[in-house]
């Protein structure tokens, strides 16, 4: 049996109770053109962009959520391209919807690199589907934002804006004093004078320093810059404007700078504690037993007691990775004990500080967000009355064997996910490469998700299966079971609506 009609024959069966009867499989977006992986009048109170993309983020901002998928796909039919499209949804969340909480309706602009994601990793066909369900996401949320006041974008008080080498110091004095109205002028103007390597830098430093709606600062640092990459730095002011006031939510708190609270002391205590780290802590050599140490005080440590125990195994000559293994297997195993909202963002917030310590080039920074992640894991944990430990999983034998043993374990994802997760174990043994599986689990995001945050799960655990080493990898993707989709699950309307969108 060949790929393509492996992938038919999943899409057919493996939907359970005849869900994808007379919807058959994506096909019907070959009527758009395919995705390579390579490629107005405005208010006087709000926030220009571009002249470029400016009429592309009205068009998104004005048309009715109920015409927006056959108006984007009649655009696209006429040569709209992806990248334009991307960066327009980002700016027109940025514009339109207030990034306080740095979650909830603004999941519209957090899941924009998630679904930007999901396209990278799909066949060309289908690339542009993950985009479709985030326009009629940010849809939802621009009517929750006027609901709720309306908030937008304004344009900056250009008089005040710091120039050159003064914006990086404005920037990093109002970010530590908490000034809200002096962070917008000084990111500005940063924007305007700083490389793009230099403000990402700046902003890894503040995006993990406090533990405050559930890991989405660092969460919207990493999306925003990952997508500002693809879409061009052009772009930067706005976004960055956003996520600076983003960074400054202190949810109803006294001002931190003046204050001792609880969401902050695991970052202060870091800032010195990342001080005693040996300054070879770069060289240290594969060691599973430091996992399996790192792992054991997330499990019943306070956010001291983690922090203190990466410092003590990075200078015992464990390699980073071998720490970063206990990161993502303990939230995996986080995810497994207690399913839900909080554990999921420890996989969440997990990528990202990994991503930001992956590309930021300070060593102290890095230092800082690897003791952030793991001072924050153990606030993750809920009151689970199972202790499931994932290094105690074992594997149980499938009855199917070729395909159907893939579509025996998305099944079973509907119905019983230790058991789904035991039998991907035992998959995964003779399936090195889990391709097959990895492309299954997003063809049912596409059609099974239901918000925003199975689009951000989905793309970070895909994605970071393979920042796992071997002897752990396969663990934490069998954990991940516990918030992916399975085959029994109900359909979205998306694919029908886009559909119908194509054939209008």
């Known amino acids: 049996m060949n790929a393509a009609t492996t992938r038919r024959h999943f899409l057919k069966t493996a939907a359970g109770t005849g869900a994808l009867i007379g919807l058959g499989d994506l096909g019907f977006l070959s009527q758009l053109r395919p995705v390579s992986a390579a490629e107005a009048k405005l208010e006087p109170d709000i926030v220009r962009f571009d002249p470029e993309i400016e009429p592309l983020v009205r068009f998104l901002e004005d048309t009715p959520r109920e015409?927006?998928?056959?108006?984007?796909?009649?655009?696209?039919?006429?040569?709209?391209?992806?990248?334009?499209?991307?960066?327009?949804?980002?700016?027109?969340?940025?514009?339109?919807?207030?990034?306080?909480?740095?979650?909830?309706?603004?999941?519209?602009?957090?899941?924009?690199?998630?679904?930007?994601?999901?396209?990278?990793?799909?066949?060309?066909?289908?690339?542009?589907?993950?985009?479709?369900?985030?326009?009629d996401h940010f849809k939802s949320s621009q009517a929750q934002d006027v609901k709720e006041g309306?908030?937008?974008?304004?344009?900056?008080?250009?008089?005040?804006?710091?120039?050159?080498?003064?914006?990086?110091?404005?920037?990093?004095?109002?970010?530590?004093?908490?000034?809200?109205?002096?962070?917008?002028?000084?990111?500005?103007?940063?924007?305007?004078?700083?490389?793009?390597?230099?403000?990402?830098?700046?902003?890894?430093?503040?995006?993990?320093?406090?533990?405050?709606?559930?890991?989405?600062?660092?969460?919207?640092?990493?999306?925003?810059?990952?997508?500002?990459?693809?879409?061009?730095?052009?772009?930067?002011?706005?976004?960055?404007?956003?996520?600076?006031?983003?960074?400054?939510?202190?949810?109803?708190?006294?001002?931190?700078?003046?204050?001792?609270?609880?969401?902050?002391?695991?970052?202060?205590?870091?800032?010195?504690?990342?001080?005693?780290?040996?300054?070879?802590?770069?060289?240290?050599?594969?060691?599973?037993?430091?996992?399996?140490?790192?792992?054991?005080?997330?499990?019943?440590?306070?956010?001291?007691?983690?922090?203190?125990?990466?410092?003590?195994?990075?200078?015992?000559?464990?390699?980073?990775?071998?720490?970063?293994?206990?990161?993502?297997?303990g939230a995996g195993e986080l995810l497994m004990r207690e399913p839900g909202i909080r554990s999921l963002h420890a996989v969440t917030c997990t990528n990202a500080l990994h991503f930001a310590w992956q590309h930021c080039g300070s060593d102290a920074t890095r230092r800082f967000l690897l003791l952030q992640n793991a001072a924050f894991l153990p606030l993750y944990r809920g009151n689970a009355k199972e202790k499931v430990r994932i290094d105690d999983l074992e594997a149980r034998p499938l009855k199917s064997s070729g395909p159907q043993a893939l579509e025996e374990i998305f099944a079973e994802i509907s119905n019983d996910r230790m058991s789904a997760a035991r039998k991907l174990l035992a998959w995964l043994k003779q399936n090195p490469q889990p391709k097959e599986f990895v492309d299954a689990a997003r063809v049912l995001i596409f059609l099974k998700g239901r918000d925003a945050h199975d689009y951000k799960f989905s793309s970070a655990v895909l994605e970071d299966y393979q920042h796992v080493s071997p002897a752990w990898r396969d663990r934490y993707l069998a954990a991940s079971v516990f918030n992916l989709r399975g085959s029994g699950d109900s359909n979205n309307d998306l694919v029908k609506r886009t559909r119908a969108a194509l054939q209008g």
């Open 67 to 135: 015409r927006l998928l056959e108006e984007v796909a009649a655009r696209i039919k006429r040569g709209l391209s992806y990248r334009d499209l991307l960066a327009a949804l980002l700016l027109a969340g940025v514009r339109n919807i207030q990034p306080r909480p740095v979650g909830f309706k603004f999941h519209a602009v957090l899941v924009v690199n998630s679904a930007h994601l999901a396209s990278l990793s799909s066949p060309d066909a289908d690339r542009w589907l993950p985009i479709f369900w985030a326009l």
């Open 150 to 329: 309306d908030w937008t974008m304004r344009p900056v008080d250009e008089s005040k804006i710091p120039a050159g080498q003064k914006a990086k110091q404005a920037f990093m004095e109002a970010v530590e004093n908490w000034d809200e109205s002096a962070v917008d002028v000084a990111v500005s103007g940063l924007a305007r004078s700083a490389s793009a390597q230099e403000i990402f830098e700046l902003f890894c430093r503040y995006c993990a320093r406090d533990f405050r709606e559930l890991g989405h600062k660092a969460i919207y640092t990493a999306n925003s810059w990952r997508t500002l990459q693809c879409i061009g730095w052009q772009h930067a002011e706005p976004v960055l404007r956003s996520l600076a006031y983003a960074l400054l939510d202190r949810t109803g708190d006294a001002n931190p700078a003046k204050s001792d609270l609880p969401a902050d002391r695991p970052g202060r205590r870091n800032l010195e504690l990342n001080q005693k780290i040996h300054g070879d802590w770069l060289d240290g050599k594969p060691d599973p037993a430091a996992t399996a140490e790192m792992l054991q005080a997330i499990r019943q440590g306070s956010a001291a007691d983690t922090s203190e125990k990466a410092v003590d195994l990075l200078n015992r000559g464990a390699a980073p990775q071998s720490i970063w293994d206990a990161f993502f297997d």
